[in-house]
């Protein structure tokens, strides 16, 4: 059926068929996976084993160039980590790899060295030879792009290097190098040199040494290398100092300044405006005008160098010269500078000229208006600089336009009341179509704001501030509109200062609704939480409640309850931000609770948020006024422990939680060493108070002791013996009262029948003075009853009550029951410690008497020392007495022969004798003193014992009480246990007659 040849069109498709074959075939092909041959791996190959500074001598050695490459760009690094072997073993492989190495090692090297100098990871005296040398071997390398990159970590090594390897390793063959058979190169590199060694010595060694060699290469056939000497004068002149810079170095820079180049006339003006500080008026009028005016005079716009030069020194040149320009010179600077200020800029036709330099120039100018403006004077701004003013912020060039941005606040800060002149200017830089300039003007813009809006007096100026603030609006959202959202941050940042400047209503009307709309709806994280400080800034300095209120409310309804989690998310955002703005007040009142209200919120994120400001929240609450608050807050943290479900919420929570326990915990702490302090201070004061008493009564006993001594001394031979008796009276009166003490409890015992009497002898014990005076009168019947008793009588009347008590006991055992048997042995007890106490009672009173016989026989020693005090001064009556006859006879017996001197020399043995006799007068006057102290001390061990006395009769008071009431509760048991009304009779009479013996007795 089919043909068996193909037709024409059938063959040339099979050929298109299989040309596609191959192609598909070459694609198909292996493709070589990697760059490198298994040779080329094996020998780029390192054994792991080795160490760094093993593995950096390895591939030194035998390594590949760019192994080696990678090596010494990596010595820093070895150097930091193991300084002394990798300058043992590493460094000096570098040096002999860079003997013949390519450009791209000697870049690695010098690069290396440079940064080992400038970080100051070793010490360079240590090392001054293994990197010093090096630099200076490759210092002069064929490739000027080595050459440069060697001398600049020479001039980085001259800083740290000391002075003596300076002289001997730097200078000395730079003194060779400078010489005019040495390369260009070679020339340069010295004068660098030159100009950085300059500052390392004294003015001396400078003036003698390196100016000699200055000058020969100012003087050098190459103009650069006059050039290049010409700048280096500067550091030259400020190290030899004033005088020889004008004797030495000026008047060859003036020469310089008349050079036939113009780079070496550039390099002369530059620097002597820089030194222009160091000259007198003598030099900056006769040198440094002619000088300047010739520059501007002579320099053409084909000359870019120059004018570049020129209009960066100008603001400089004009500020130093100030006082020695006279008007037309002055006035001739101001229209070189309006000339520089349109350079490259042609009127005609609208052409300008677009070479880098004239923008370098005009940007130049934009730099020195704020100083020529002080040249020019602010009265004469209008018409000498304000054209060239309002051309530089209408640039067409966008860098020269944001130049005059970047210094419109120190313009407008010199302008003062005259601002109102470049608010043109000021609109047309915030409406500017460039970023760029919008950028530079954001930078100081609340200084501008603060110089423009704060002249409110001015009429005219606030007629504009309408359109400024458009303008202001205006540049937001055309900021806002771009992709540039940090300048959109800075941009918020810088309205927020507006909150200080303008009113409150201005800014509720203008930008408040604008700041709410970029806080609700940018998606940018940094420039809503900018907006949100922007924003509480504008309610901080709201002054009107309503208009506060408002705000705040908007806040809580759209985005502490907006539907969008974002929202909810940006109002905790502004609660931190609150913290830091408003007052804890304020904060407390208006954004705590709906902040708190979000632990219900539905979404994690929220929560976490708000845990993680949980502790801010705390820190703003105030005890005791923010009690209900901090409850609310503790309630939500329990809430979000119980309920809470999300891992990073809960984790976040028990943070704060532990946190919250650790600072009760510190409370608590901080509490018990404040009451550890206060105790210990109230412990210092008891025990400063108790030494002070100590003090105080130590004194008073000191001063008694002192004026008793004295009075005795003093009455010692008129009135000893009256002392001594009263003496004796008030220890005789003192012993009385100890005796009725030890016989009161009988008497009381005695008396315990009379109840009313001893109920208010109780009541009297409170210490009222009523108590106390019928105390006395008590005691003192005591004294007249005891008098007329014997000691042992108390102890008789005891024992016969204990015998009426036996046979009352002994009826009672017939007719009650056992409990009586054990009250009656339980008083028997109390009866024989009755005893016991009259026992005590009774050896007191027998201590008392042995005091007494003591003081006795003490008053009696007294008296004995009395009289013989008083002998002693008869004696010492007597040998005055006896020493005056001698002094008569001797007086009457001068004229006599000298036999009267041995009659003269006894006397004085007499003499001599009654001294000694004064003297042991004295001393045993002294012991008298001390006898009568130990007396004195005795006195007080005697009232301190009868205290004791006074406190124990007391006690069997007590004790007598006791056993009344004892008998009263056995009568009511013998009523109750129904015993005969005759044995009772017999008892109770038995007992009367008992007492009234006791009592006759006592009588």
């Keep these: 059926m089919f043909s068996g040849r193909m037709t024409g069109s059938q063959s040339s498709l099979l050929l298109a068929q299989l040309e596609e074959l191959h192609e598909l075939a070459f694609i198909e092909r292996p493709i070589r996976r990697s760059l490198k041959t298994a040779e080329e791996i094996d020998q780029l190959t390192v054994d792991e084993d080795l160490n760094d500074i093993e593995r950096a001598v390895y591939l030194l050695s035998v390594g590949q160039e760019v192994q080696r490459a990678s090596v010494i760009s990596n010595l820093p690094i070895l150097v930091r980590q193991n300084p002394a072997e990798t300058f043992r073993r590493v460094v000096p492989k570098v040096r002999e790899v860079l003997n013949g190495a390519g450009v791209e090692i000697q870049l690695a090297a010098a690069a290396s060295f440079l940064t080992i100098l400038q970080d100051d990871i070793i010490l360079i005296h240590t090392h001054t030879y293994s990197i010093l040398k090096t630099v200076l071997l490759h210092l002069h390398h064929r490739d000027t792009v080595v050459s ?70 100012c003087q050098d056939v190459e103009f650069e290398v006059r050039a290049c000497m010409c700048r280096q004068l500067e550091s030259i002149a400020r190290a030899t100092g004033v005088d020889d810079t004008r004797t030495e170095l000026l008047p060859e820079l003036v020469e310089l300044a008349e050079d036939e180049e113009s780079n070496v006339r550039l390099a002369a003006f530059d620097t002597i ?46 500020s130093g010269l100030e006082g020695f320009l006279s008007d037309e010179q002055k006035s001739r600077l101001l229209q070189r500078f309006r000339v ?28 020195n208006l704020p100083a020529m403006v002080v040249f020019a004077e602010t009265a004469h701004f209008l018409s ?73 007096e001015n009429v005219t100026l606030d007629n504009k501030i309408p359109e400024l603030l458009a303008a202001l609006l205006l540049a937001e959202q055309k900021v806002g509109c771009s992709l540039r959202w940090r300048l959109h941050e800075k941009l918020l940042q810088r309205y927020s200062y507006l909150a200080r400047l303008l009113p409150g209503e201005v800014l509720h009307q203008s930008f408040s609704p604008r700041i709410f709309v970029i806080l609700t709806t940018n998606k940018v994280l940094p420039v809503q939480k900018e907006a949100a400080r922007t924003f509480c800034m504008f309610l ?84 005791p006024a923010d009690k209900q608050l901090l409850q609310q807050l503790d309630f939500c943290v329990q809430k979000l422990l119980c309920r809470e479900k999300d891992k990073d919420v809960v984790a976040t929570i028990r943070k704060f939680h532990k946190r919250q326990e650790r600072d009760l915990l510190d409370q608590k702490k901080e509490k018990e060493e404040t009451l550890l302090l206060e105790m210990e201070q109230l412990e210092r004061q008891q025990t400063d108070g108790k030494l002070n008493s100590d003090k105080h009564t130590e004194r008073k006993r000191r001063d008694s002791k002192t004026s008793l001594s004295a009075t005795k001394s003093m009455s010692v031979s008129s009135s000893g013996a009256a002392f001594s008796s009263s003496g004796k009276e ?50 003192t019947a005591h004294f007249t009853m005891a008098t007329q008793s014997t000691s042992s009588m108390p102890v008789l009347i005891r024992s016969n009550t204990t015998g009426l008590l036996d046979r009352a006991s002994a009826l009672e055992h017939r007719s009650s029951s056992s409990t009586m048997d054990h009250r009656t042995s339980t008083l028997d007890q109390r009866d024989h410690r009755s005893s016991a106490l009259d026992h005590r009672t009774s050896n007191m009173d027998h201590r008392t008497s042995t005091i007494d016989h003591r003081t006795s026989t003490m008053d009696h020693r007294t008296s004995t020392m009395d009289h013989r005090t008083s002998t002693m001064d008869h004696r010492t009556i ?116 008992n007492s009234f013996t006791i009592q006759s007795a006592r009588d």
């Design 148 to 217: 440069n990159a060697w001398l600049e970590t020479l001039l980085s090594a001259i800083n740290a290097l000391p002075k003596e390897t300076i002289k001997q390793e730097v200078l000395n063959p730079l003194l060779y190098q400078s010489q005019l058979s040495h390369s260009l190169q070679a020339r340069l590199s010295s004068c660098r040199i030159l100009g950085k060694v300059a500052c390392k010595f004294d003015s001396h060694m400078v003036k003698n040494e390196l100016l000699p060699l200055a000058r020969s290469l």
């Design 878 to 993: 007597t040998m005055d007495h006896r020493t005056s006859t001698m002094d008569h006879r001797t007086s009457n017996m001068d004229h006599r022969n000298d036999g009267m001197d041995h009659r003269t020399s006894t006397l004085d043995h007499r003499t001599s004798t009654l001294d000694h006799r004064t003297s042991t007068l004295d001393h045993r006057t002294g012991t008298l003193d001390h006898r009568t102290s130990t007396m004195d001390h005795r006195t007080s061990t005697l009232d301190h014992r009868t205290s004791i006395l006074d406190q124990r009769a007391g006690s069997i008071d007590q004790r007598d009480h006791k056993t009344s009431t004892l008998d009263q509760r056995s009568k009511t048991m013998d009523r109750s246990c129904g015993i005969k009304d005759s044995q009772s009779r017999k008892l109770s009479i038995n007992r009367k007659s």
């Design 340 to 367: 520089l200020c349109v350079a490259g800029l042609q009127t005609e036709g609208n052409q300008t000229e677009g070479s880098n330099e004239s923008i370098l120039v005009r940007c130049n100018c934009c730099y």
């Design 384 to 456: 000498e600089l304000y054209p060239s003013f309002s051309s530089l912020c209408c640039d067409p060039e966008v860098s020269v336009r944001r130049s005059a941005a970047a210094g419109f606040h120190q313009v407008v800060k010199l302008l003062g009341s005259n601002v109102q002149l470049v608010h043109k200017e000021l609109l047309a830089l915030l409406q500017d179509d460039a970023l760029e300039v919008l950028d530079a003007l954001m930078n100081h813009l609340e200084e501008t704001l603060e110089a423009v809006l704060s002249r409110g």
């Design 540 to 623: 901080r300095y709201n002054r009107k409640h309503e208009q506060r209120q408002e705000m705040m409310e908007r806040l809580i309804q759209d985005l502490a309850q907006g539907r969008s989690y974002w929202n909810r998310l940006r109002f905790l955002d502004i609660c931190e931000m609150a913290t830091e703005i408003f007052s804890r007040k304020y904060f407390n009142k208006h954004f705590l609770m709906p902040a708190l209200e979000l632990v219900h919120d539905p979404v994690a994120n929220v929560r976490y948020k708000l845990c993680q400001l949980l502790p801010r929240l705390r820190s703003s609450l105030r005890l």
């Design 273 to 318: 405006i820089n030194l222009m500080e160091m000259m007198d008026s003598d030099d900056r009028v006769h040198i440094v005008v002619p000088l300047v005016m010739s520059v501007c005079e002579e320099a053409t716009p084909a000359d870019k160098a120059v004018l570049v030069s020129l209009s960066f020194q100008f603001g400089k040149l004009c």
């Design 730 to 779: 008030m220890r005789k009166a003192k012993l009385s009262r100890s005796r009725s003490l030890s016989s009161q409890p009988t008497i009381s015992k005695a008396a315990n029948s009379d109840r009313p009497l001893k109920g208010k002898e109780q009541s009297g014990t409170s210490g009222s003075g009523k108590s106390s005076n019928k105390d006395d009168s008590l005691r």
